[in-house]
Each structure stands twice: as C-alpha cells, then as structure tokens.
C-alpha cells in the first residue's frame, strides 16, 4: 500500500522560513515525478511545486521564493519555504505520479497525502 505522509507545517509570521517534508512508502518515485500543492480556505487546490528527475517547476507565486527537492535514497520530496506570506497560508499537500512529467493539474496524480497546515500570521 502506497502512503505519502507530510510534516513540517506550522503556524509562523511572514518573512519566515519552513521546510515541508514528503515521505513515500510502498513504492519508490525515484523515476516518476512528486508534486506539492495547496488549498486555501474558499479556494480550489492549486499546483506548488513539482520534480520529476532533476527538472522542477514552480507556480509563479511561489517562484523565486519556494523551492522543491528529493532524496530517493529516503524515497522523501521537500519543499523550502523562504519569505513567507500570509496569502501562503494553506493545507500544503504532497502528490506523486508513477511516471515523468510535471503537470500542474491534480488527476494527473495518482497518490496524495493527508496534507500539512501552514499557516502565516503578518
């Protein structure tokens, strides 16, 4: 049984820092492609971050300030959240595909987690 499990969310002021982590297990996505993305209270799930082999991908929101990277020997994906704001304030869940390829919409992933709360007070 395949189960991703994230940690690392917190309640923290803008201008902080977190790093969100993604453990796998079951399977190995080593060759496939892992993804983060978020919700909002109100809104629709939307698309954070994805790696798939070293290539990565990056919603312009979060570009220049969030950034994704793996471990296969621990099968774990993170993402680094630099220069906080409130408007990142979200249930940050991760995702995973058997196969290569980023891809910013959500049925395009077969696995997910339960998700992580990150919540960013001014």
């Known amino acids: 049984q395949v189960q991703l499990v994230e940690s690392g969310g917190a309640l923290v002021q803008a201008g902080d820092s977190l790093r969100l982590s993604c453990a796998a297990s079951g399977r190995t996505f080593s060759t496939g492609t892992m993804a983060w993305f978020r919700q909002a209270p109100g809104k629709e799930r939307e698309f954070v971050a994805g790696?798939?082999?070293?290539?990565?991908d990056y919603a312009d929101s979060v570009k220049g300030r969030f950034t994704i990277s793996r471990d296969n020997d621990k099968n774990t994906v993170y993402l680094q959240m630099n220069n906080l704001r409130r408007e990142d304030t979200a249930v940050y869940s991760c995702a995973a595909r058997g196969s290569v390829g980023i891809f910013i919409g959500q049925n395009m992933y077969g696995y997910w987690g339960q998700g992580t709360q990150v919540s960013v007070s001014s």
């Open positions: 790696i798939s082999r070293s290539a990565t």
